[in-house]
């Protein structure tokens, strides 16, 4: 009984992490890439709730998430970028590969 209740805990940690985290797939198959790659989600996650805390944002984690990986570049302030700004429509982008034809 005692070894399904652990079973069951890392398979809700494992929803949770496909549910709020943006693991497609992991690099690597050792156990420290799987983890190096969760624990740097799991930060930026944290990191994201603690700004949008600090900064009273009325919007998800998720939206935040984003705004913030398409205006990853942008020299803009997050301040600015969540003033009277509307991201309820906000969609990910899905940009196909750069494909060179050097032959």
Known sequence: ALLYKKRWQVEL?????KQHLKIKSFWG?????????IYCAI???????IVADKLKLQHST???????????LDKTSINELF???????VK?????Q???SLF
């Open 43 to 49: 930060s930026a996650y944290c990191l994201v709730s």
């Open 29 to 37: 198959t050792s156990e420290n890439a799987v983890k190096i790659q």
């Open 92 to 96: 990910e982008l899905d940009y196909n």
């Open 62 to 72: 998720y939206e935040i998430l984003q705004v913030l990986g398409i205006s990853l």
């Open 13 to 17: 940690f494992f929803k949770w992490v």
């Open 83 to 89: 003033m009277n700004i509307d991201y309820s429509n």
């Open 98 to 100: 750069l494909s060179l």
